[in-house]
């Protein structure tokens, strides 16, 4: 049976659409870790409706899930969230034993946090020794974004992508990697979007690779 712990939501989130929320991740599959044999518990911060944890779930990667989302409501099948906390992460943590969880999936959520260095630090209690991280986060390095502000003087707010107005804090490969070891792992993998492009290999021989990227994914581990 799901238990949800309910909380109040921002309007400014109110505004966005359906589709916002509603994409599984399979984009990750490279950077899960192997799960030697037996199902793991995976946490996601920022679950949207749940789209992501129903894939682990199906592909028999996981055999118990849990999601933490502010925003939106649950749109899975029967038992695809075993337990879902609707709460701001910054205020309130997810009431599960500590050392419980194998991975913990942060995909686009720590960008829209005050302070998520805070969070992840208080989240790496629910992570058991030698447990994951996957993290995702907008490459405020891209060359739109760094064209629109040089040449254009722009630095404007859109709906979505990496100047998304709910966004409050902004990332390159190497803050991001800062990031995620933030309490401790170990970064192992970083994968940047937009790598089939043929300007991408150009630009990657003239260390200017990040350019093309609109996120980086990055896999990370927590000491045993």
């Not at 990697?177 to 940047?192: C, D, F, P, Y």
Request: proline residues 5%; aromatic residues 8%; contains cysteine.
């Amino acid at each position: 049976m799901t238990t949800t712990v309910a909380d109040t939501r921002p309007n400014l989130y109110d505004e966005k659409t359906s589709e916002y929320f509603s994409r599984a991740r399979i984009e990750i599959a490279p950077l899960l870790p192997v799960s030697s044999g037996r199902p793991l518990r995976v946490l996601e911060i920022g679950c949207s409706e749940g789209h992501t944890l129903e894939w682990l779930k199906k592909t028999g990667y996981s055999n118990w899930t849990a999601g933490v989302e502010p925003y939106a409501d649950l749109r899975v099948g029967p038992g695809a969230v075993d337990c879902f906390f609707k709460i701001d992460i910054e205020k309130a943590t997810p009431e599960l034993p500590l050392e419980s969880v194998d991975l913990i999936l942060c995909l686009d959520v720590l960008e829209h946090l005050v302070n998520p260095w805070e969070t992840i630090r208080r989240l790496d209690s629910l992570l058991k020794p030698g447990g994951h991280w996957i993290i995702s986060v907008p490459n405020l390095r891209n060359y739109h974004v760094l064209a629109d502000l040089a040449f254009k003087g722009k630095f404007d707010y859109v709906e979505s992508g990496i100047l998304d107005r709910t966004h409050l804090r902004f990332f390159t490969r190497s803050s991001a990697i800062e990031l995620a070891e933030t309490s401790g792992a170990s970064v192992s993998k970083v994968l940047g979007t937009e790598t089939r492009r043929w300007q991408k290999r150009l630009l990657t021989l003239l260390g200017l690779g990040d350019l093309l990227a609109k996120q980086f994914v990055i896999a990370a581990r927590k000491p045993s």
